[in-house]
């Protein structure tokens, strides 16, 4: 049974909102299995646990039935067995390797240069609105192959999504309108879908139209699903992320002269951000049957409410857990962008984030062309970034000065 709440942190509260890491920290040591009634999940917050219910094939996804399937239409991400293997096979190629780097690194690169090149010469800039909000997004819609004209479309779309998602209080404003752009979505793409599978182009949105393994393709209804999962669980990590990677670095100036110097360490400031501030700080799942964890046992069909940031802070895994350190030995830094990562950030296991590498190349590529353009990057002054949000967190505003660019 999971411990009795009296005294345990609510994950709801102002306080939690406010700063989680201290609760987090209470959670690990005294609840390490708790029954939270307002979202009626038990929550773990042990690294253990967390990559048990990541990882073991006993916990389902089927809580995205209620969670996600409502905003998105049903997703790989609730496919389990050869029907997961299968779409997942279908739409993996698309975001690794070859494909990645020959196909839509161009995108990312053009992207950045266009969105960095309109404030450079500015000196000062919200890099949250000015920049990593609107990044992905727009790679998202160029690699798909959607006009110019549907940037600010998907942005507003996005932005409703992933509300939709974050929506732990049950906001009904928040809920219509993530309802509502669901069907604003589909009206707008499946059109698109049918004229791509007459006459495929070079762009993404082709390539899901006719990928094709052992005679199995994704229905129409599918890849728009795919498209919205797409522009919330691609926009949201990698928007978030450079705003955190960066905040992380301003507030450490050793280890951002280190990154400057040598940009090879990109993918260790990125690796160490997922991990000491983490943009998805829970996820939820579902297990089959009754589950022993290190606090007790966790019943068949529970919805369990898995603290991806307190397990990566979790000082049974790391040392020195609460601190940044890119230079840190017990995170592999190798394997921190696939299935066999050592960190939680990006999932574990089958459900690992298929977008993982490609958040990987828009991260090196925001963030090298922002030292490019500002090596003098620093901190507005009087501003102090505020982290927001409880499912998924970073700061609201980055406002950040240097020298203009000529």
């Given at each position: 049974m999971a411990s009795d709440a009296a005294g345990a942190p609510d994950i709801l509260s102002p306080e939690f909102a406010a700063d989680p890491y201290p609760a987090y920290e209470v959670l690990r040591s005294d609840f390490p299995l708790?029954?939270?009634?307002?979202?009626?999940?038990?929550?773990?917050?042990?690294?253990?646990?967390?990559?048990?219910?990541?990882?073991d094939p006993v916990f389902t996804n089927r809580n995205y039935d209620w969670q996600l399937e409502p905003v998105h239409g049903r997703t790989i991400l609730q496919m389990d067995g050869r029907e997961h293997a299968a779409k997942r096979a279908l739409v993996t190629p698309a975001f690794r390797g070859r494909a990645l780097a020959e196909r839509f690194m161009p995108v990312i690169e053009r992207v950045g240069d266009e969105l960095i090149g309109a404030f450079a010469a500015d000196g000062r800039v919200d890099l949250v609105d000015g920049f990593s909000t609107r990044f992905p997004i727009r790679v998202i819609v160029d690699m798909l192959g959607l006009p110019p004209g549907d940037h600010e479309l998907f942005h507003r779309w996005y932005t409703a999504i992933v509300a939709f998602i974050s929506n732990l209080a049950q906001d009904p404003e928040v809920a219509e309108a993530g309802l509502r752009t669901k069907e604003e979505l589909e009206a707008h793409v499946l059109p698109i879908v049918e004229r791509r599978r007459a006459e495929p182009g070079d762009d993404l949105l082709s390539t899901l139209c006719t990928a094709e393994i052992d005679g199995v393709r994704m229905s129409d209804e599918e890849i728009k699903s795919f498209v919205s999962l797409l522009l919330a669980a691609g926009g949201e990590t990698t928007d978030k992320a450079i705003t955190c990677l960066v905040r992380n670095l301003l507030d450490h100036p050793d280890q951002l002269a280190a990154v400057r110097a040598d940009r090879s360490l990109i993918d260790r400031a990125f690796a160490e951000t997922m991990r000491y501030s983490p943009v998805v700080q829970m996820v939820m799942r579902q297990p089959d049957a009754d589950v022993e964890l290190s606090g007790g046992t966790i019943p068949a069909g529970s919805t369990v409410t898995c603290l991806l940031a307190s397990a990566n802070r979790d000082p049974a895994r790391y040392e020195r857990p609460d601190e940044f350190d890119i230079f840190r030995t017990d995170l592999d830094v190798a394997r921190a962008f696939t299935a066999g990562a050592n960190h939680t950030a990006f999932a574990l296991g089958r459900h690992f984030c298929v977008g993982a590498q490609l958040a990987r190349a828009e991260v090196n590529v925001g963030v090298g062309r922002l030292l490019d353009v500002a090596p003098d990057l620093r901190l507005a002054p009087g501003f102090t970034p505020v982290d927001t949000g409880v499912f998924t967190r970073a700061p609201e505003r980055l406002l950040v000065e240097f020298t203009p660019a000529v």
């Open positions: 708790l029954w939270h009634e307002a979202t009626r999940s038990h929550v773990i917050s042990r690294y253990a646990d967390v990559e048990r219910a990541l990882k």
